[in-house]
């Protein structure tokens, strides 16, 4: 062991490496560059041709047969479907070479295919999409490897992760820094106590350094291909330190914040699913592997002061083990069963591991509890129950949850809610039998959420919270061990007395007077009281029951990204108080699972791990979890979320009467009135449906039966809808590929005109693409196609809130009139007073259309959508039959309608889209002249667009990193997506109720992400 504990690279200098390339392996390489490595030697080299392949010299310490080990390795993974660089066969079709270093040392060689690209390593850092893909790929190769055996993989290592905490016990003495010394130490001793407590790990064959080192990455333009270099490790060890070693090199990408790379641990577990035994080792290895590397680093500086791959490596090293350690163990494993929802088995208690140690019977199989794609029931822990009180009593649930009606209209945001809330529950306590309140055990608690923050609020307790109205003698449920901490504040409320069970866990009261002395208790003794309550005083006592598998101090109230894990090492105590436990928390991922099974693949969905929303206010979207988020893609909900005065309108109309347009009811003909008021003069008539895409398919069908023409002329890059109508007009690329070439013969795509993209881009633009749309349209005419109708959005909303070139419209509209073709405007995105200058988008233009397509913001989330025409053109559908739309223009829908009007002037929306839309495009224009990588910023009022580059002289689209910047920014808080059919425009298009306070705080946390996701893709932007 120590003698693999640091060892001296082979003697080869970069001239030496030439001479053994073109003695050994007949490669005249005119250029050598020495490649980094703790302990062999790899070098890049370049032939005349172009050629490069990479050579490397084997460490002294390594046999033969683990040399051919590591060959088949590599071909076993390789017909696995795995990328890997893989060795290369010599002229007679040897793959290993025996070579001499400077100091007559023999060595054994080999010829690697070179894979271009970056490696991992070099990212700053990665997205959830990005460890993903990792931890796929860590999965693949240990998948690969299940049955794979060899006599070369029974070596010592010291990367054996079975061995880790003796190798890195006995290299400690090389951190000269005693108080990082010390630290590991410890990290080494909590990690392999750890490992005492677990069932049997199964051992396979592994690759044993699947890192971010040893991973090339295809970079920005193939950012889904990585390769598996170096596999110099490979040995046989415990399955799960394959996914030990991959998540620890992770950390370092991780922002303070390890428990992100936890998503590479499940996308793991859905290619090679772990036991519940290796998910508890998980994490102690994870530490274990950070301790390896310091001290490994620390004693291959000893030997090589002048190892600059090694010297380069420790400091990112140490970040390794910071991240690995930030939290206490106890609390990390909980995590990552949590996040993997791999149970506790019974067979994984301290006692249990022991027997099993000391059995001379065969060890079982632990049992796998969770396949890839089962999220079983948490389990509840099997604890000690008795009663804390001296008789049962009924107390009264108080929700202040998401979802709570007491939420309602934004009132958690009030100054001192919570108080005020518990204070009005004393009013509803009245049942009979009923003697206080209670806030339950892990219901988040919205009214300790704040907006526009980039921390996660702190808003689920872990306990119990309880107000008796008689004062109430409370007493041991169990027989223990008391303490009595010293009180960390003055507050009367603030005493704590700690009873210890015989199973090791822990209840923690908070709030009793009259507390007992420390010592030994029997259930039923005393352990104080607890001061009466009403609507005027309020003397609340806390209670929280920690699991005998927490060591470390649990807090009572959590909702960052511990908390999955402080729900595993907590008891819901309501049974001590004669209460019912509560359901299972929300669970995002669970909740993804089922949405997977019923739904097909081809519906889109936001984020790799996004969160569940239960609740949404004015422009912030609510998690189960309590916490706020900045809503920048909801167009839907104009007025913004939960809009009081809608609300109220559907709900009274529910009350009265819906039904459909055959019917005589005031509201269809009010509501149209309205909406003709708001459009230009002659456009009369109303036509209402359900959605964007009705209304496009209609405004289709009315531009033929007024024509009796069936051409239509439509934009390349837009989006206009579902239906078969609707999609044929719809040529965005990223909504089908095959959009431009697969269009029905009707159907004839024109140029678009974006002013940063397009063919023209400089003065008189709306000119040049005009005067080709007239020679497009005397080509139809002669052609026997003449045009039916001009459909275009006012402004390009799917490209990223692109203004089409001043004038442009009023050009092409001319043209197509005068070649008899009605002229179509798409208000569905741009409506509704989103471009800050007027009620409509064409009001830009200055043009006045034929016939308006409009939806979304018409029902503020509601499902309406709507045509208006001229009365001529609408007549014209009878002549191909009777209009009905079942729900469209229905009591309700119209109800609803009003409703968003007239909310729309009592909120002054036009005002603040004009004001705040200003604001934001002012501020992100700035960020512009900061950030390179901010191409243009696009649109007017609050549809904006901000188009990411490589390039500005290119423009070559950073789709990969707008993909990055999109996850990174859900981290802080802000919800924002990706649009253009290269994917590379962040949409703004969020409630119109927006403010500048928001507006801040986005462009701030905007600000931060562009400078991580460049040094994340630093080789795309050198």
Same mark, same amino acid.
């Given at each position: 062991?120590?003698?693999?504990?640091?060892?001296?690279?082979?003697?080869?200098?970069?001239?030496?490496?030439?001479?053994?390339?073109?003695?050994?392996?007949?490669?005249?390489?005119?250029?050598?560059?020495?490649?980094?490595?703790?302990?062999?030697?790899?070098?890049?080299?370049?032939?005349?041709?172009?050629?490069?392949?990479?050579?490397?010299?084997?460490?002294?310490?390594?046999?033969?047969?683990?040399?051919?080990?590591?060959?088949?390795?590599?071909?076993?993974?390789?017909?696995?479907?795995?990328?890997?660089?893989?060795?290369?066969?010599?002229?007679?079709? +040897?793959?290993?070479?025996?070579?001499?270093?400077?100091?007559?040392?023999?060595?054994?060689?080999?010829?690697?295919?070179?894979?271009?690209?970056?490696?991992?390593?070099?990212?700053?850092?990665?997205?959830?999409?990005?460890?993903?893909?990792?931890?796929?790929?860590?999965?693949?190769?240990?998948?690969?490897?299940?049955?794979?055996?060899?006599?070369?993989?029974?070596?010592?290592?010291?990367?054996?992760?079975?061995?880790?905490?003796?190798?890195?016990?006995?290299?400690?003495?090389?951190?000269?820094?005693?108080?990082?010394?010390?630290?590991?130490?410890?990290?080494?001793?909590?990690?392999?106590?750890?490992?005492?407590?677990?069932?049997?790990?199964?051992?396979?064959?592994?690759?044993?350094?699947?890192?971010?080192?040893?991973?090339?990455?295809?970079?920005?333009?193939?950012?889904?291909?990585?390769?598996?270099?170096?596999?110099?490790?490979?040995?046989?060890?415990?399955?799960?330190?394959?996914?030990?070693?991959?998540?620890?090199?992770?950390?370092?990408?991780?922002?303070?914040?390890?428990?992100?790379?936890?998503?590479?641990?499940?996308?793991?577990?859905?290619?090679?699913?772990?036991?519940?035994?290796?998910?508890?080792?998980?994490?102690?290895?994870?530490?274990?592997?950070?301790?390896?590397?310091?001290?490994?680093?620390?004693?291959?500086?000893?030997?090589?002061?002048?190892?600059?791959?090694?010297?380069?490596?420790?400091?990112?090293?140490?970040?390794?083990?910071?991240?690995?350690?930030?939290?206490?163990?106890?609390?990390?494993?909980?995590?990552?069963?949590?996040?993997?929802?791999?149970?506790?088995?019974?067979?994984?208690?301290?006692?249990?591991?022991?027997?099993?140690?000391? +059995?001379?019977?065969?060890?079982?199989?632990?049992?796998?509890?969770?396949?890839?794609?089962?999220?079983?029931?948490?389990?509840?822990?099997?604890?000690?129950?008795?009663?804390?009180?001296?008789?049962?009593?009924?107390?009264?649930?108080?929700?202040?949850?998401?979802?709570?009606?007491?939420?309602?209209?934004?009132?958690?945001?009030?100054?001192?809610?919570?108080?005020?809330?518990?204070?009005?529950?004393?009013?509803?306590?009245?049942?009979?039998?009923?003697?206080?309140?209670?806030?339950?055990?892990?219901?988040?608690?919205?009214?300790?959420?704040?907006?526009?923050?980039?921390?996660?609020?702190?808003?689920?307790?872990?306990?119990?919270?309880?107000?008796?109205?008689?004062?109430?003698?409370?007493?041991?449920?169990?027989?223990?061990?008391?303490?009595?901490?010293?009180?960390?504040?003055?507050?009367?409320?603030?005493?704590?007395? !700690?009873?210890?069970?015989?199973?090791?866990?822990?209840?923690?009261?908070?709030?009793?007077?009259?507390?007992?002395?420390?010592?030994?208790?029997?259930?039923?003794?005393?352990?104080?009281?607890?001061?009466?309550?009403?609507?005027?005083?309020?003397?609340?006592?806390?209670?929280?029951?920690?699991?005998?598998?927490?060591?470390?101090?649990?807090?009572?109230?959590?909702?960052?990204?511990?908390?999955?894990?402080?729900?595993?090492?907590?008891?819901?105590?309501?049974?001590?108080?004669?209460?019912? *436990?509560?359901?299972?928390?929300?669970?995002?991922?669970?909740?993804?699972?089922?949405?997977?099974?019923?739904? +097909?693949?081809?519906?889109?969905?936001?984020?790799?791990?996004?969160?569940?929303?239960?609740?949404?206010?004015?422009?912030?979207?609510?998690?189960?979890?309590?916490?706020?988020?900045?809503?920048?893609?909801?167009?839907?909900?104009?007025?913004?979320?939960?809009?009081?005065?809608?609300?109220?309108?559907?709900?009274?109309?529910?009350?009265?009467?819906?039904?459909?347009?055959?019917?005589?009811?005031?509201?269809?003909?009010?509501?149209?009135?309205?909406?003709?008021?708001?459009?230009?003069?002659?456009?009369?008539?109303?036509?209402?449906?359900?959605?964007?895409?009705?209304?496009?398919?209609?405004?289709?069908?009315?531009?033929?039966?007024?024509?009796?023409?069936? #051409?239509?002329?439509?934009?390349?890059?837009?989006?206009?809808?579902?239906?078969?109508?609707?999609?044929?007009?719809?040529?965005?690329?990223?909504?089908?590929?095959?959009?431009?070439?697969?269009?029905?013969?009707?159907?004839?795509?024109?140029?678009?005109?974006?002013?940063?993209?397009?063919?023209?881009?400089?003065?008189?633009?709306?000119?040049?693409?005009?005067?080709?749309?007239?020679?497009?349209?005397?080509?139809?005419?002669?052609?026997?196609?003449?045009?039916?109708?001009?459909?275009?959005?006012?402004?390009?909303?799917?490209?990223?809130?692109?203004?089409?070139?001043?004038?442009?419209?009023?050009?092409?509209?001319?043209?197509?009139?005068?070649?008899?073709?009605?002229?179509?405007?798409?208000? !569905?995105?741009?409506?509704?007073?989103?471009?800050?200058?007027?009620?409509?988008?064409?009001?830009?233009?200055?043009?006045?259309?034929?016939?308006?397509?409009?939806?979304?913001?018409?029902?503020?989330?509601?499902?309406?959508?709507? !045509?208006?025409?001229?009365?001529?053109?609408?007549?014209?559908?009878?002549?191909?039959?009777?209009?009905?739309?079942?729900?469209?223009?229905?009591?309700?829908?119209?109800?609803?309608?009003?409703?968003?009007?007239?909310?729309?002037?009592?909120?002054?929306?036009?005002?603040?889209?004009?004001?705040?839309?200003?604001?934001?495009?002012?501020?992100?224009?700035?960020?512009?002249?900061?950030?390179?990588?901010?191409?243009?910023?696009?649109?007017?009022?609050?549809?904006?667009?901000?188009?990411?580059?490589?390039?500005?002289?290119?423009?070559?689209?950073?789709?990969?990193?707008?993909?990055?910047?999109?996850?990174?920014?859900?981290?802080?808080?802000?919800?924002?997506?990706?649009?253009?059919?290269?994917?590379?425009?962040?949409?703004?298009?969020?409630?119109?109720?927006?403010? *500048?306070?928001?507006?801040?705080?986005?462009?701030?946390?905007?600000?931060?992400?562009?400078?991580?996701?460049?040094? #994340?893709?630093?080789?795309?932007?050198?």
């Amino acid at each position: 062991m120590e003698a693999l504990a640091g060892l001296r690279r082979p003697n080869v200098t970069v001239p030496l490496a030439q001479t053994i390339a073109q003695q050994y392996f007949g490669v005249s390489a005119v250029e050598v560059t020495e490649l980094g490595s703790n302990q062999d030697r790899n070098f890049l080299l370049m032939e005349a041709s172009g050629n490069r392949t990479v050579l490397k010299i084997d460490n002294a310490a390594f046999a033969l047969a683990e040399i051919e080990a590591q060959n088949e390795v590599m071909n076993t993974c390789v017909s696995a479907g795995v990328s890997v660089a893989q060795v290369l066969r010599n002229a007679d079709g +040897s793959l290993v070479r025996t070579v001499f270093d400077a100091d007559g040392v023999e060595h054994f060689a080999r010829r690697f295919q070179f894979v271009p690209g970056t490696s991992l390593l070099d990212a700053h850092f990665l997205s959830a999409v990005m460890m993903q893909q990792v931890g796929s790929l860590t999965g693949e190769v240990s998948a690969a490897l299940t049955k794979f055996t060899h006599p070369g993989l029974e070596r010592a290592s010291q990367w054996d992760m079975r061995r880790a905490a003796d190798i890195a016990d006995s290299l400690l003495g090389s951190i000269a820094d005693g108080r990082r010394r010390e630290r590991v130490r410890a990290a080494i001793k909590a990690a392999r106590i750890a490992l005492t407590q677990v069932g049997e790990l199964p051992v396979q064959a592994v690759h044993g350094d699947v890192t971010d080192d040893n991973i090339m990455w295809g970079g920005p333009q193939n950012s889904s291909q990585l390769t598996v270099l170096d596999f110099g490790d490979v040995s046989t060890g415990w399955r799960v330190a394959e996914l030990a070693v991959t998540l620890s090199s992770l950390l370092q990408h991780a922002a303070e914040r390890p428990l992100d790379v936890l998503v590479a641990a499940r996308a793991f577990h859905q290619k090679q699913a772990l036991t519940s035994a290796e998910v508890s080792a998980l994490w102690p290895l994870v530490v274990l592997r950070a301790c390896v590397l310091v001290t490994s680093g620390a004693k291959q500086l000893e030997l090589e002061a002048d190892n600059d791959y090694a010297a380069e490596r420790i400091e990112g090293e140490w970040r390794i083990f910071e991240e690995a350690t930030r939290y206490p163990l106890d609390v990390m494993r909980a995590a990552t069963r949590a996040a993997l929802h791999v149970q506790i088995t019974e067979t994984e208690t301290a006692a249990d591991a022991a027997k099993a140690a000391t +059995s001379t019977k065969p060890a079982k199989e632990p049992q796998v509890e969770s396949g890839p794609f089962s999220f079983p029931k948490k389990k509840r822990f099997k604890a000690l129950e008795g009663s804390l009180l001296q008789s049962p009593v009924a107390l009264h649930r108080v929700d202040l949850g998401a979802e709570s009606v007491w939420m309602d209209d934004g009132a958690w945001l009030r100054e001192g809610a919570e108080e005020q809330f518990i204070r009005e529950a004393f009013s509803f306590v009245g049942q009979p039998g009923e003697s206080g309140i209670y806030l339950p055990y892990a219901l988040e608690r919205l009214t300790r959420s704040r907006i526009n923050s980039a921390e996660a609020p702190k808003t689920i307790p872990f306990g119990i919270e309880a107000y008796f109205t008689q004062r109430t003698k409370v007493f041991a449920p169990f027989d223990g061990e008391i303490s009595v901490p010293a009180p960390t504040l003055a507050k009367r409320d603030e005493q704590q007395v !700690v009873l210890t069970a015989s199973d090791g866990s822990r209840l923690v009261l908070t709030g009793l007077v009259k507390l007992p002395q420390p010592g030994p208790v029997s259930a039923g003794d005393p352990l104080g009281r607890v001061a009466s309550s009403d609507s005027q005083q309020l003397n609340r006592v806390r209670i929280l029951w920690v699991s005998s598998r927490a060591t470390s101090r649990i807090p009572f109230f959590g909702g960052d990204e511990l908390a999955p894990a402080y729900e595993q090492l907590t008891i819901d105590p309501a049974p001590l108080l004669g209460l019912p *436990r509560e359901e299972e928390r929300p669970d995002a991922a669970v909740e993804q699972d089922r949405r997977n099974r019923v739904f +097909s693949s081809a519906q889109e969905r936001y984020y790799v791990d996004p969160p569940e929303f239960e609740r949404g206010w004015k422009h912030h979207l609510i998690d189960t979890n309590g916490r706020a988020y900045v809503d920048l893609v909801n167009n839907v909900a104009g007025l913004g979320h939960s809009h009081p005065r809608i609300t109220a309108a559907a709900e009274q109309q529910l009350r009265l009467l819906n039904t459909n347009s055959r019917f005589l009811y005031r509201q269809l003909a009010e509501y149209s009135e309205r909406l003709i008021e708001k459009a230009p003069n002659s456009l009369d008539t109303v036509l209402l449906v359900n959605s964007g895409t009705e209304a496009v398919d209609l405004a289709l069908r009315l531009a033929w039966a007024a024509t009796g023409r069936k #051409t239509i002329i439509s934009l390349r890059e837009a989006y206009h809808g579902w239906s078969i109508g609707a999609d044929a007009v719809t040529t965005s690329a990223y909504d089908n590929p095959n959009a431009v070439g697969s269009r029905p013969d009707w159907v004839h795509v024109a140029d678009v005109p974006n002013p940063f993209r397009g063919k023209h881009t400089g003065p008189d633009a709306e000119t040049y693409y005009a005067t080709e749309l007239a020679d497009t349209l005397k080509q139809l005419d002669a052609q026997g196609k003449p045009v039916a109708g001009f459909i275009c959005e006012s402004v390009l909303g799917n490209a990223g809130g692109v203004l089409l070139p001043e004038g442009y419209l009023r050009e092409v509209y001319a043209k197509v009139r005068g070649a008899g073709g009605l002229c179509i405007a798409d208000e !569905v995105q741009v409506g509704f007073g989103r471009m800050g200058q007027g009620f409509w988008g064409f009001n830009q233009q200055g043009v006045r259309p034929d016939i308006i397509t409009i939806a979304k913001s018409m029902g503020n989330g509601f499902p309406i959508g709507g !045509v208006i025409t001229t009365r001529a053109i609408a007549e014209s559908l009878g002549n191909e039959g009777m209009f009905f739309s079942s729900a469209g223009g229905s009591p309700l829908s119209c109800a609803v309608g009003l409703a968003v009007l007239d909310a729309m002037d009592e909120d002054k929306i036009l005002e603040n889209v004009a004001n705040v839309g200003g604001y934001f495009k002012d501020r992100l224009e700035m960020l512009m002249a900061k950030h390179p990588l901010i191409g243009f910023v696009h649109g007017a009022g609050l549809y904006l667009g901000v188009e990411l580059v490589r390039d500005r002289e290119t423009l070559e689209p950073a789709k990969e990193e707008t993909m990055e910047v999109c996850e990174r920014m859900l981290h802080l808080g802000v919800i924002i997506q990706p649009t253009s059919e290269r994917q590379n425009v962040l949409k703004i298009k969020p409630p119109l109720c927006i403010d *500048r306070e928001s507006v801040d705080f986005v462009v701030e946390a905007l600000d931060q992400v562009l400078s991580e996701v460049v040094a #994340t893709f630093a080789p795309a932007h050198a």
